[in-house]
């Protein structure tokens, strides 16, 4: 350092006295009553919010310089005050005197003997209450504003002119108080230039909103891609440090507005805590940051969420669209999120993109006004059938409600949301099933009672679509399912017959039930709809009366009961008596053995074996209801080529379909009987002819072809000795 020549500091010191007549003696001082004070004859420069009284003379080497402000926030401009004296002036010991206003910054350079400088400084309300947000936005831990005021920083001459070696111009005095405070400049320009990008409406409601009661949301504003990459770490540098969120915060790092247009980014930082609870939800950060984009890529320029705009984001992801059609009722019930979206629209989007992943999810269930044509200002979700969109509506609500206790609903709830690709499959999936099940004319006409609240048949699809949902999640946690496409259209496939057959009010009821009752209903059920899928399986057409082939029938007769002694029709069965018996005994039209049909475990149907396709179910139940019976030699036999058939050992032949086809329908008159698990010891004798007469009956066989082979035993299996005439 260069010493000060003692002529030099005399000079100065003169330079700096007091005012001869001005009071030296309050406790108070504003910040320019005490330069007239104290230094009065001092020279002054004056710029755009800065004043220098320059006691000292250390900007008389200063060059002049344009005007040049640095604005903290988008409508706070602080004023910077120098005071330069010798530390021998009486200026020296009354700074502590000077209160500033609010706005104000004001640095006390004492010039030493030795060519050093002692800077104090003192900070306005505002600039602290901007520090405070600076601090806390980068984690600085090290720092205690308290002590400011009772600090000072040694410099030597020529650093405190570096600061403005291009003129004493108002973004250099900022800059040279936040250097003092050992902060750094770039991060410090950043702050504010992120401070900028919103007006004074967003930064507060950023500043309130916690997502999930717990999330912190922060968003980031850069130039480039490029310099996010720096910020986040996945680039390193040298000259940028990285900034990482805590546990409980999620950072969202955004091109600024001049660059979005040809730069759409959006890069996610999320804390430890966010990440588990994300896995939890089965949510990536890749869904957030394509959320994101998807929402800000076009609106960067939006104001307006109009109808036109709600079948764009649609047609984008659901998500996106959820997100925007709450918008647009938010909007209309809260002015103030308007406004607040309107002054930021890119960052707004960005934000509710990340609280629509991370919070409660139930804030967005589409409301009725979007599935019910009858609801003031009907707005459908999915254009086209009311019906189709009311019901996707349902199932969207419906895995709404059960996402917070399952899992499974979440992950597949989240892809649906997520990805337009697997949403798209999804409802084209629904739409085809309920094409294929005719679900529309069979449900309105079956389950209309049991929907009694639903005024139309678009709410009657929407509640039945929750009741699906819910249905759905019982199997899953029954049966430890994974939620794919696949599985959910088969639970809502069985779903639709468990209504129709149970009614939903039944099925709702499932949920109060222990697990292992619940189990086994649900197990009588699929049994059930095993049954009515194999035997319906086996009809040609809705009117197979009209398209059978009798002359193919007739093959299958012993030419002996082809006579007018039997009737032409299914239906006159019960007017043939046996003339032995005359009570309701008849003899089969085709089988021609005698049998009461009323004891028979219900009426003879209009069945065809030919179509059969032996299933792994199909093959349970068929063993199932030959458990009851003896071990015999023809029926392990016959299972075993049924499982060969199944698993493409060998080719089905006519008597493995027919053996399939009349154990399992033998089986439905058993349970029909009420025998379902009875032992044959156990159960009248008459039982089995009933049954087995009736079932020969339905399928129009008899016991033996005209040739005398068995129609149901393979004719490799010889030792059947078990046929009762």
């Known amino acids: 350092?260069?010493?000060?020549?003692?002529?030099?500091?005399?000079?100065?010191?003169?330079?700096?006295?007091?005012?001869?007549?001005?009071?030296?003696?309050?406790?108070?001082?504003?910040?320019?009553?005490?330069?007239?004070?104290?230094?009065?004859?001092?020279?002054?420069?004056?710029?755009?919010?800065?004043?220098?009284?320059?006691?000292?003379?250390?900007?008389?080497?200063?060059?002049?310089?344009?005007?040049?402000?640095?604005?903290?926030?988008?409508?706070?401009?602080?004023?910077?005050?120098?005071?330069?004296?010798?530390?021998?002036?009486?200026?020296?010991?009354?700074?502590?005197?000077?209160?500033?206003?609010?706005?104000?910054?004001?640095?006390?350079?004492?010039?030493?003997?030795?060519?050093?400088?002692?800077?104090?400084?003192?900070?306005?309300?505002?600039?602290k209450k901007f520090l405070n947000t600076y601090l806390q936005h980068t984690k600085t831990s090290n720092f205690n504003i308290h002590t400011i005021g009772n600090t000072s920083i040694t410099k030597s001459v020529s650093e405190f002119k570096k600061y403005f070696q291009n003129g004493s111009v108002h973004k250099n005095h900022m800059l040279y108080v936040f250097d003092l405070l050992g902060l750094s400049q770039n991060n410090v320009l950043d702050f504010i230039a992120y401070t900028q990008a919103?007006?004074?409406?967003?930064?507060?409601?950023?500043?309130?909103?916690?997502?999930?009661?717990?999330?912190?949301?922060?968003?980031?504003?850069?130039?480039?891609?490029?310099?996010?990459?720096?910020?986040?770490?996945?680039?390193?540098?040298?000259?940028?440090?990285?900034?990482?969120?805590?546990?409980n915060e999620i950072y969202i790092w955004l091109v600024s507005k001049d660059y979005i247009k040809y730069e759409p980014t959006a890069e996610i930082q999320i804390g430890v805590s966010v990440a588990k609870d994300f896995i939890e939800k089965g949510v990536t950060k890749e869904n957030i940051q394509t959320l994101i984009i998807t929402q800000i890529e076009d609106e960067i320029d939006q104001r307006v969420i109009g109808n036109d705009y709600l079948e764009e984001k649609l047609d984008k992801a659901m998500a996106s669209a959820m997100i925007a059609y709450a918008l647009q009722e938010e909007f209309t019930k809260n002015p103030v999120s308007k406004e607040v979206f309107e002054s930021s629209p890119t960052a707004f989007f960005a934000?509710?993109?990340?609280?629509?992943?991370?919070?409660?999810?139930?804030?967005?269930?589409?409301?009725?006004?979007?599935?019910?044509?009858?609801a003031q200002g009907f707005n459908p979700l999915f254009k086209g059938n009311t019906i189709h969109n009311a019901f996707f509506c349902g199932i969207i609500n419906g895995l709404i409600d059960l996402a917070a206790g399952l899992p499974e609903m979440i992950g597949f709830l989240s892809k649906i949301l997520h990805s337009k690709?697997?949403?798209?499959?999804?409802?084209?999936?629904?739409?085809?099933?309920?094409?294929?099940?005719?679900?529309?004319?069979?449900?309105?006409?079956?389950?209309?009672?049991?929907?009694?609240?639903?005024?139309?048949?678009?709410?009657?699809?929407?509640?039945?679509?929750?009741?699906v949902i819910n249905l759905i999640s019982i199997l899953i946690g029954l049966y430890g399912t994974a939620v794919s496409i696949q599985n959910f259209v088969r639970f809502t496939r069985r779903s639709f017959r468990y209504f129709r057959r149970y009614s939903p009010k039944k099925m709702r009821s499932l949920d109060e039930l222990p697990s292992s009752e619940k189990q086994k209903i649900l197990d009588d059920i699929e049994e059930d709809i095993v049954i009515d899928d194999i035997l319906d399986k086996t009809d040609e057409s809705d009117n197979l009366l009209d398209d059978?082939?009798?002359?193919?029938?007739?093959?299958?007769?012993?030419?002996?009961?082809?006579?007018?002694?039997?009737?032409?029709?299914?239906?006159?069965l019960d007017e043939v008596k046996d003339p032995i018996n005359k009570s309701s005994q008849i003899v089969g039209k085709y089988s021609r053995r005698t049998f009461d049909?009323?004891?028979?475990?219900?009426?003879?149907?209009?069945?065809?074996?030919?179509?059969?396709?032996?299933?792994?179910?199909?093959?349970?139940?068929?063993?199932?209801?030959?458990?009851?019976?003896?071990?015999?030699?023809?029926?392990?036999?016959?299972?075993?080529?049924?499982?060969?058939?199944?698993?493409?050992?060998?080719?089905?032949?006519?008597?493995?379909?027919?053996?399939?086809?009349?154990?399992?329908?033998?089986?439905?008159?058993?349970?029909?009987?009420?025998?379902?698990?009875?032992?044959n010891v156990d159960i009248p004798e008459e039982v089995w002819n009933n049954t087995h007469t009736a079932t020969l009956e339905d399928f129009k066989l008899s016991e033996f072809n005209q040739n005398g082979i068995d129609n149901l035993y393979h004719p490799d299996i010889n030792d059947i000795d078990f046929h009762i005439p």
């Open 351 to 374: 934000v509710k993109a990340a609280e629509f992943t991370a919070d409660s999810i139930k804030k967005y269930r589409i409301s009725e006004a979007r599935w019910n044509p009858h």
């Open 548 to 572: 059978f082939d009798n002359d193919e029938l007739l093959d299958d007769i012993p030419e002996d009961i082809e006579n007018d002694d039997f009737i032409d029709d299914i239906d006159d």
């Open 198 to 247: 919103f007006n004074t409406k967003f930064i507060s409601y950023l500043e309130k909103l916690v997502i999930a009661e717990k999330y912190k949301i922060t968003v980031f504003i850069e130039k480039s891609r490029k310099d996010i990459l720096y910020k986040t770490g996945v680039l390193t540098s040298k000259d940028t440090q990285p900034i990482f969120p805590e546990k």
């Open 597 to 679: 049909p009323d004891n028979a475990g219900g009426p003879i149907l209009d069945l065809n074996w030919k179509n059969t396709v032996i299933t792994k179910e199909g093959i349970v139940i068929v063993k199932k209801h030959l458990s009851r019976f003896d071990k015999t030699a023809a029926n392990t036999k016959m299972i075993n080529r049924l499982e060969s058939v199944e698993r493409g050992d060998i080719e089905i032949t006519d008597w493995d379909k027919r053996f399939y086809t009349h154990e399992i329908r033998e089986y439905d008159r058993y349970k029909n009987l009420g025998y379902e698990k009875t032992k």
């Open 421 to 467: 690709s697997f949403a798209s499959e999804f409802f084209d999936s629904i739409k085809k099933l309920i094409d294929e099940e005719k679900i529309i004319e069979t449900i309105l006409e079956a389950l209309g009672k049991d929907y009694k609240n639903a005024k139309s048949p678009e709410a009657l699809f929407y509640f039945m679509a929750i009741d």
């Open 1 to 127: 350092m260069e010493l000060i020549s003692q002529n030099y500091f005399e000079e100065i010191l003169y330079n700096s006295r007091a005012h001869p007549v001005f009071n030296k003696d309050w406790n108070v001082y504003t910040s320019v009553k005490y330069a007239d004070t104290f230094l009065p004859f001092v020279h002054g420069i004056t710029g755009t919010n800065t004043m220098v009284f320059d006691g000292a003379k250390l900007f008389e080497t200063i060059p002049k310089a344009n005007k040049n402000i640095l604005k903290l926030s988008e409508s706070q401009l602080i004023s910077s005050l120098i005071y330069t004296y010798p530390i021998d002036a009486l200026a020296t010991r009354k700074k502590d005197s000077v209160q500033l206003s609010k706005n104000e910054v004001c640095s006390f350079v004492e010039l030493n003997r030795n060519g050093s400088v002692d800077i104090s400084l003192k900070l306005g309300s505002n600039f």
